[in-house]
């Protein structure tokens, strides 16, 4: 008989191993949601609509037109605004590997690893902004990170990025009971 655990995953090995130091996926702030979306596009609709019906009575045809193409283009740009809001960052780190993955809004992956006990995190700060980018420099790259937090989120991202780094600088951590 096999006990239930002997086929552990080769992840929790590996976690065992190594353990997950610092883990954070960075998404594009968007203020509407769908529901609101909804919303939105419903009311400019309606508005299009009596104001294009008025223009019509009045004489003026043309006008419903425009208010057609009008609401089709905010409904265009408000698609195109949820399209790129699919793009993510997912930044980890280990005892032995930082690991920042890439995914842009059309699915395309970019994955940079990095010696933790070697990479540095540079901050671009401006006097009356406050943190304007992030850079992960080792071995002569420099990567930037977090380009679409505002300057609030990326000080504390960083602060807490810089947490995850000096934790692997510090090495494992062994209890012996």
Same mark, same amino acid.
């Given at each position: ?84 809001? @699919? ?11 930082? @690991? ?78």
């Amino acid at each position: 008989m096999i006990p239930g655990n002997a086929f552990a995953s080769h992840k929790t090995i590996a976690e065992a191993v190594d353990p997950e130091l610092f883990s954070a996926r960075l998404t594009p702030h968007r203020s509407l949601n769908r529901t609101g979306f909804v919303v939105l596009m419903v009311a400019v609709c309606a508005i299009s609509f009596i104001g294009g019906i008025a223009s019509l009575i009045m004489g003026a045809w043309p006008v419903l037109g425009f208010f057609g193409l009008d609401a089709l283009a905010i409904y265009w740009a408000f698609k195109v605004n949820f399209r790129r809001a @699919r793009a993510y960052e997912e930044v980890s780190i280990t005892l032995t590997e930082l @690991r920042l993955r890439r995914v842009s809004h059309r699915g395309h992956v970019m994955e940079w690893r990095f010696n933790p006990l070697w990479v540095k995190l540079d901050q671009v700060s401006h006097e009356e902004f406050g943190v304007e980018n992030l850079y992960l420099v080792a071995r002569g790259q420099r990567v930037a990170i977090a380009s679409f937090l505002g300057p609030d989120e990326k000080a504390s991202f960083a602060k807490a990025l810089m947490a995850g780094l000096q934790a692997a600088r510090r090495g494992p951590a062994y209890n012996p009971m």
